[in-house]
């Protein structure tokens, strides 16, 4: 079985300062990683994702995650944030190592940036 | 434009009528998905489907049912069978070099 843990519901964060959402991931095999975003009444929007290869990982609009591997963990960062990125955010996981290629997400981390 | 659609944005039901939600790709990939969101419970699987006339139950089958005639579309029946179908419906699709999703904008479903 797989799972992701956002523990977070809400982050909080003035406008400029260092963000980070935290997720934690569990799969019997070995994982990719994703990290979507969703304004209100819409679909989500890819950000970035691991496959393989540097655990530091870039994606769209200036936001960046780690794998950790001995955590099981993939934070997203954004060394600056923005209004604009408040947003619901979720974490999602898939076993590398099954045919199933169904994600499993999070239940989503709502980021608010101040002005 | 290549993209998945969902229709229609807004979905109204009277309790004990099954309902139907269309999904349609024209991104020619060969996977698609049915999720529910709800408030503070993230997203749920509830179907999905890697191959035409092939699909599989997610985590939430019970009172829904999907069928995958086209590779283009994947329509989800709310039936009646479903205790709480008010919900926002996200369809998605995928194809095996992509690894990660293209999801629809949604459709929310409120029974009245």
């Known amino acids: 079985a797989q799972s992701v843990a956002q523990p977070e519901d809400q982050v909080n964060v003035a406008e400029g300062n260092p963000l980070t959402v935290k997720c934690t991931y569990s799969?019997?095999?070995?994982?990719?990683l994703f990290w979507y975003v969703q304004y209100p009444n819409r679909g989500l929007q890819f950000l970035l994702k691991?496959?393989?290869?540097?655990?530091l990982v870039k994606g769209s609009y200036g936001f960046e995650a780690e794998f950790n591997k001995s955590q099981t963990s993939f934070h997203l960062k954004k060394p600056s944030a923005l209004v604009s990125d408040s947003a619901l955010y979720f974490c999602?996981?898939?076993?590398?190592?099954?045919?199933?290629?169904?994600?499993?997400f999070g239940s989503g981390t709502r980021l608010q940036v101040q002005p | 434009d290549g993209g998945i659609t969902q229709s229609p944005k807004y979905l109204f039901r009277k309790e004990g009528q099954n309902v139907t939600l269309s999904c349609e790709q024209n991104?020619?990939?060969?996977?698609m998905y049915w999720y529910r969101q709800d408030p503070g419970q993230g997203l749920r699987l509830i179907y999905y489907?890697?191959?035409?006339?092939?699909?599989q139950k997610g985590d939430i089958a019970e009172g829904y049912s999907v069928s995958r005639e086209k590779k283009e579309s994947f329509p989800l029946t709310v039936t009646s069978a479903q205790k709480n179908p008010t919900a926002f419906y996200l369809c998605?699709?995928?194809?095996?070099?992509?690894?990660?999703?293209?999801f629809g904008s949604g459709t929310r479903l409120t029974v009245v």
């Open positions: 999602a996981v898939r076993d590398k190592d099954t045919g199933r290629r169904a994600l499993t």
């Open positions: 799969v019997s095999g070995n994982p990719y």
């Open positions: 691991y496959i393989t290869g540097d655990n």
């Open positions: 991104l020619n990939h060969d996977a």
């Open positions: 489907s890697q191959i035409v006339n092939d699909f």
């Open positions: 998605a699709s995928a194809s095996p070099s992509n690894y990660g999703y293209t």
